[in-house]
């Protein structure tokens, strides 16, 4: 993820009144929470936005996320200065600020690694669009899968893998493969230019420095709901 020096952040849509970020945050001074709430209010602020609603205070925003206000600003303040003192943010403003951030103010493209139960479903999902990331190509070691498609998503072989990544340029990497496997696919995948792999297998990858590894595991936030309901008896 890079910053571009020119970024502008304007108080509102009629204001002369600007932030400039020349000396943008070192991305390793930003606390991981901090990026995935930016990424909460992202989504909130685009609900409200097909809603019509045009603007919002760090009170409110807080509350419908179930966080606390001070929590809002300071996450804000990392990055420069949004918002009208004793008016809150105007909603499309902010939204906009925070998609250039996330750099999801373009299209995202991702391949995806895996095309089982779980591969298949994370195809279908229609959001990953709507928020701009495209999956491009999906691949699976199963030649029987291979030539098939996923909706509108041709599946090739991972043979294949590193041809079709040079003509995608894609940014991430999804892995949805069988443990035995995934250490060997990152592999592949950081060597032919990902920098960034979301894993759905519960296993820990060994990167190089400058890979970011995101990790989803199913289980794991099942275990930590269980514990909850648990708790209530």
Avoid: W
Avoid at 83 to 90: A, C, D, Q, T
Avoid at 145 to 168: C, F
Avoid at 207 to 218: C, F, N, R, S, T
């Amino acid at each position: 993820m890079r910053f571009q020096n020119n970024i502008r952040f304007s108080l509102r849509p009629d204001s002369d009144e600007q932030f400039d970020l020349e000396q943008p945050p070192r991305l390793d001074k930003i606390p991981s929470a901090v990026v995935r709430r930016l990424a909460l209010y992202s989504r909130l602020l685009s609900d409200l936005e097909l809603n019509t609603v045009e603007k919002i205070s760090s009170s409110e925003l807080a509350d419908l996320l179930g966080i606390n206000s001070a929590q809002v600003r300071k996450d804000l303040a990392y990055f420069g200065q949004f918002g009208v003192p004793g008016f809150g943010y105007y909603i499309k403003d902010l939204r906009e600020n925070l998609k250039r951030i996330l750099r999801t103010d373009r299209e995202v493209r991702v391949i995806l690694v895996g095309v089982g139960n779980l591969g298949s479903a994370l195809v279908s999902y229609g959001g990953f669009n709507r928020q701009g990331f495209k999956i491009e190509m999906a691949f699976d070691a199963d030649r029987r899968k291979v030539g098939s498609s996923r909706g509108d998503l041709a599946v090739y072989h991972v043979d294949e893998l590193e041809d079709r990544l040079k003509q995608s340029g894609a940014d991430i990497g999804v892995l949805a493969v069988p443990v035995d496997a995934c250490q060997g696919m990152a592999d592949r995948l950081v060597a032919a230019g990902i920098k960034g792999i979301l894993n759905f297998v519960p296993k820990r990858l060994t990167v190089p420095e400058g890979v970011k590894v995101h990790y989803v595991d199913l289980s794991i936030e099942m275990e930590t709901l269980s514990y909850y309901l648990r708790s209530q008896d």
